[in-house]
């Protein structure tokens, strides 16, 4: 079993629709981050964040540290959102796990 | 000015061959990372070092050493290259090996071997 479970694994959307992907995790974290790769295949850091939430322009990421879960949330989705979304935890010794990611797929 | 860099983008040769992939970071960083991706785009790391000094070292065949000759530069080079090798690798770096920092990540560095 995964340390890192995301859902779903793919995703289809409208254009315009709020879209949410979870991930939950099994292990203790020193932070979370979501990450964001393109069709051309280059990754981005979205986010990091250890507790709470943070937003940048359309996308919210919330942690509940209790729950081992965090969700990242697209407003106003837009076809230029297609990616795949991963998410990834550290701990303190910098072990780093990775989910398997999230396929996202935004229609105009 | 391209903060994470690696070199080459693009890489197929043959099994049994060595390879290198360089990777170099203008960022300060402290720490920096080598990660595969495979054909499931399922991203796991490989090696960390910080400061010049291997801080994580997976479950990697011992054909693959990692160099780092100051700290804004971690190379990746690869003995007998087999077909299993062919993925995607990323090299990434962060401000420290505390686990909560930004990842800056390169482009990739796509090894095909035939």
């Known amino acids: 079993k995964n340390e890192v479970e995301q859902s779903p694994q793919n995703l289809t959307a409208q254009e315009g629709e709020f879209i949410t992907i979870n991930c939950s995790y099994s292990?203790?974290?020193?932070?979370l981050h979501w990450l964001q790769q393109h069709p051309g295949g280059g990754i981005v850091s979205l986010f990091m964040?250890?507790?709470g939430k943070k937003k940048h322009g359309r996308l919210i990421a919330t942690i509940n540290i209790q729950e081992k879960h965090s969700s990242l949330h697209i407003t106003a989705s837009h076809p230029r959102d297609s990616a795949v979304y991963i998410c990834?935890?550290?701990?303190?010794?910098?072990?780093?796990?990775f989910g398997t990611g999230t396929s996202l797929t935004v229609i105009p | 000015d391209t903060a994470v860099s690696q070199t080459p983008k693009y890489l197929v040769t043959q099994m049994g061959n060595d390879k290198s992939i360089k990777c170099e970071q203008n960022?300060?960083?402290?720490?920096m990372y080598w990660y595969k991706q495979d054909s499931k785009k399922f991203l796991k790391i490989m090696f960390s070092?910080?400061?010049?000094?291997?801080?994580i070292n997976e479950t990697v065949p011992n054909r693959f050493s990692p160099k780092s000759p100051d700290k804004a530069h971690l190379n990746l080079h690869i003995n007998s290259l087999e077909l299993g090798d062919s993925a995607v690798y990323f090299c990434?770096?962060?401000?420290?090996?505390?686990?909560?920092?930004?990842?800056?990540f390169g482009a990739g560095s796509r090894l095909t071997v035939l």
């Open positions: 070092y910080n400061n010049k000094e291997l801080i």
């Open positions: 292990v203790g974290i020193s932070a």
């Open positions: 964040l250890s507790s």
């Open positions: 990434a770096s962060s401000q420290d090996n505390s686990g909560a920092n930004v990842l800056t």
């Open positions: 960022l300060g960083h402290d720490t």
């Open positions: 990834a935890v550290t701990n303190t010794g910098n072990q780093f796990y």
